[in-house]
């Protein structure tokens, strides 16, 4: 049963009006063009081109390095220079293709398909092809979310249309711009779980987005439109669930153990590139926003280009930014070089000043319980970050520590500035690396 929201969670200034009104621009990528070869969970992809070749627009580059991978397409037309280590937005080297970007952008020959007449298997197989990863933040290879086991106990698929981080508004443009493309994505997706209903959950702060979808989806009798209430995190996929369906997983489930597919707009329209044009994942959506940049707007962006170049495309910096984030402000990572690669997973790209940023240092915890309040997985933040201060893994687990979705509501809400989803966030890494060798 739909609850339309969640236990728990903040409502932090959301900063989307710098960029929500402004329609999508489209950048033609000049100089080289970096792909790092892990921009998704799983295994690397491994090349299928090497220095000196030739590569066109479309032309698969590097191949999945096993089921949970995907591979990875050139987003311009020129020439391989090298295949080496770049830095990436976690500030990790990873290795990456290099090309030579020719501005000439020649293209493969795609092949289109009637998307009724494809049977389960043909549409999950294009959508591997097609490199898809959810593109939300997570990269978790789409072909793999959408083959559960049982896919006849699916009972919603719900695209996460919530949009939930503040200042991000790549989905809300996509919803206004290309609504068509959501909803015959979803229809898509639809035709694998024969036993679904599709749920398009829009947080109610995006009314017209509502208004759209609703009129579109009126003669869909499997597509419903839910206005949920604006709460971060309402786009985590815990509380999606639950604010949809009234369903609850928790870190040992998968959505599908609670009859759910999850997966955001910029997916769901990758999957309607990827089945409906034949076309593999190759651009994506991403704000570049915050009060430090001059023309804040989201951008249609060919994945690989550089992220100094997009603050060039919002018109530069018109101060010096006090933070620089990959991502929203609450999950998002704090760049040192700007540098880097845009990834199948970039969603934005914010540039805060020093009124935009608390650059207080933390102080002790004055025990005021606001994070405890602020949980939506009703966890004790505090002392989750003690304990991961501590090195305490065993008490960390025993309170529920890996119950955490890492969404930020406790630090934001903390009146002393501590540091608590970045204790918590690496004690977590610290237990998932150790079950994962186990
Ligand atoms: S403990 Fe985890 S889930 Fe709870 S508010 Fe903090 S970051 Fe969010
Ligand atoms: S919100 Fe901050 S100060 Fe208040 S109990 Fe939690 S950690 Fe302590």
């Known amino acids: 049963m739909a609850k339309l929201t969640f236990g728990g969670g903040v409502h932090p200034y959301d900063g989307k009006a710098l960029s929500k009104d402004k329609p999508m621009k489209t950048i033609i990528p000049t100089g080289e063009m970096v792909y790092p070869l892990s921009q998704h969970i799983g295994a690397p992809a491994v090349p299928v081109v090497k220095k000196g070749d030739r590569v066109l627009t479309g032309q698969k580059i590097a191949e999945a390095g096993g089921f949970v991978s995907a591979p990875i397409y050139a987003t311009v037309s020129g020439t391989v220079k090298g295949i080496e280590p770049r830095r990436v937005v976690t500030g990790d080297l990873i290795n990456s293709i290099i090309v030579d970007n020719d501005g000439l952008l ?10 009724d007449k494809l049977d389960k298997k043909e549409i999950i197989e294009l959508i591997k092809e097609a490199g898809i990863v959810g593109m939300g933040g997570a990269g978790f290879p789409t072909h793999v979310k959408l083959s559960p086991k049982e896919p006849e106990k699916i009972e919603y698929v719900i695209a996460n249309c919530a949009e939930c981080e503040p200042y991000l508004t790549s989905d809300y443009r996509r919803m206004i711009e290309e609504p068509e493309k959501l909803v015959e994505g979803l229809k898509i997706i639809l035709r694998l779980f024969d036993n679904a209903q599709g749920i398009l ?60 597919v999850v997966d955001n707009v910029d997916t769901i329209v990758a999957v309607y590139h990827a089945v409906k044009e034949g076309k593999p994942l190759m651009n994506r959506i991403v704000t570049v926003t915050g009060d430090a940049v001059n023309d804040p707007r989201n951008f249609y962006v060919r994945i690989g280009m550089n992220y100094k170049d997009l ?21 998002g990572f704090a760049l040192f070089d700007l540098n880097v690669p845009t990834t199948k997973t970039a969603s934005a790209l914010l540039c805060l000043t020093h009124d935009e940023v608390s650059a207080m240092e933390p102080t002790p915890c004055i025990n005021c319980g606001r994070c405890v309040a602020a949980c939506p997985s009703r966890l004790v933040p505090t002392r989750l970050a003690v304990l991961s201060e501590h090195y305490d893994e065993e008490g960390f687990v025993a309170n529920d520590g890996m119950e955490c979705v890492e969404c930020g509501c406790c630090s934001y809400v903390c009146p002393a500035k501590r540091h608590l989803t970045q204790a918590i966030k690496s004690m977590r890494k610290n237990v998932l690396g150790k079950r994962k060798k186990a």
């Not at 020649?106 to 998307?115: G, I, K, L, M």
């Not at 419903?224 to 949809?244: D, M």
């Not at 603050?311 to 999950?331: F, N, Y």
């Open 201 to 260: 959950a829009v947080e109610d702060n995006k009314p017209d987005c509502v208004k759209i979808l609703t009129e579109m989806t009126q003669n869909e009798p499997k597509i419903s439109v839910a206005a949920l209430k604006t709460k971060y995190p309402q786009g985590a996929e815990r509380q999606i669930i639950y604010a949809t369906t009234g369903r609850e997983i928790n870190s040992k489930m998968l959505p599908a153990d609670a009859g759910c």
């Open 311 to 331: 603050i060039e495309e919002a018109g530069g910096l018109k101060c010096t930014p006090e933070k620089i984030v990959s991502g929203g402000p609450m999950m």
């Open 106 to 115: 020649e293209e493969v020959a795609y092949t289109p398909h009637e998307p």
